[in-house]
């Protein structure tokens, strides 16, 4: 067994602990777990280089509906690049993240997505019960027909052009290095 595969299957069985301690831990989440395998989102193009970019694997964005973004930290508001990358690939999120985060994009001038999702976890604050909210919000999603979350998907069109057209404005105008070079990444990758 490779060591990233049974580090990860140990936080996984962490949390499946937790998730059972908190009695709440369905049957498809086990199945998920017993399942698992990683998906690549990030191709990185030159392991020796100074930049170390990486090429985002578009057809997780293209064959997906959303995205559920893991912030880097659950009790203080912090946007990193993990909400900005489906931003900038006409995706809409949920994120696991700290309470109001979803308020602090609207401040920043992005759109979220009420109309797919109930936003109201954003707004709790126990990260446990947060992260529940978030979970069922992705079981509502999935249990509609292909038919009712393309509908879905392609309502929220306009506000995911408008996002991706924000963050290129915010980048360039911030000048910041680390979305200056996630801003060539995505138009490396559209080319």
Same mark, same amino acid.
């Given at each position: 067994?490779? @060591?990233?595969?049974? @580090?990860?299957?140990?936080?996984?069985?962490?949390?499946?602990? *937790?998730?059972?301690?908190?009695n709440?831990?369905p049957?498809?989440?086990h199945?998920?777990? $017993?399942?698992?395998?990683?998906?690549?989102?990030d *191709?990185?193009t030159?392991?020796f280089s100074?930049?170390?970019?990486n %090429?985002?694997?578009? $057809?997780? !964005?293209?064959?997906?509906?959303f995205?559920?973004?893991?912030?880097?930290? %659950? =009790?203080?508001?912090? /946007?990193?690049?993990k909400? !900005?990358?489906?931003?900038? $690939?006409l995706?809409?999120?949920?994120?696991?993240?700290?309470?109001?985060? #979803?308020e602090?994009?609207? &401040?920043?001038?992005?759109? =979220?997505?009420?109309?797919?999702?109930?936003?109201? !976890?954003?707004? +709790?604050?126990?990260?446990?019960?947060? #992260?529940?909210?978030? *979970?069922? +919000?992705?079981e &509502?999603?999935?249990? #509609?027909?292909? %038919?009712?979350?393309?509908?879905q998907?392609?309502?929220v069109?306009?506000?995911? %052009? !408008?996002?991706k057209?924000?963050y *290129?404005?915010?980048?360039?105008?911030?000048?910041?290095?680390?979305? /200056?070079?996630?801003?060539?990444?995505v138009e490396?990758?559209?080319?």
């Amino acid at each position: 067994a490779d @060591s990233t595969h049974t @580090s990860r299957s140990a936080t996984f069985e962490s949390c499946l602990k *937790i998730l059972n301690r908190i009695n709440y831990c369905p049957d498809h989440v086990h199945t998920f777990v $017993n399942n698992f395998t990683p998906m690549i989102l990030d *191709i990185q193009t030159n392991k020796f280089s100074k930049d170390n970019q990486n %090429i985002t694997n578009k $057809n997780h !964005y293209q064959n997906t509906f959303f995205s559920v973004v893991t912030e880097s930290r %659950i =009790t203080t508001r912090f /946007l990193t690049e993990k909400t !900005y990358k489906p931003i900038a $690939n006409l995706h809409p999120f949920l994120l696991v993240a700290a309470p109001n985060m #979803l308020e602090l994009l609207k &401040k920043k001038g992005f759109e =979220t997505f009420p109309e797919l999702f109930d936003e109201s !976890y954003d707004t +709790e604050q126990n990260p446990v019960t947060r #992260l529940l909210m978030v *979970i069922d +919000e992705v079981e &509502k999603f999935t249990k #509609l027909t292909k %038919i009712q979350k393309q509908q879905q998907f392609t309502s929220v069109k306009d506000k995911l %052009i !408008y996002n991706k057209q924000h963050y *290129i404005k915010l980048a360039k105008e911030s000048g910041r290095q680390e979305h /200056l070079k996630m801003l060539e990444v995505v138009e490396k990758n559209e080319s």
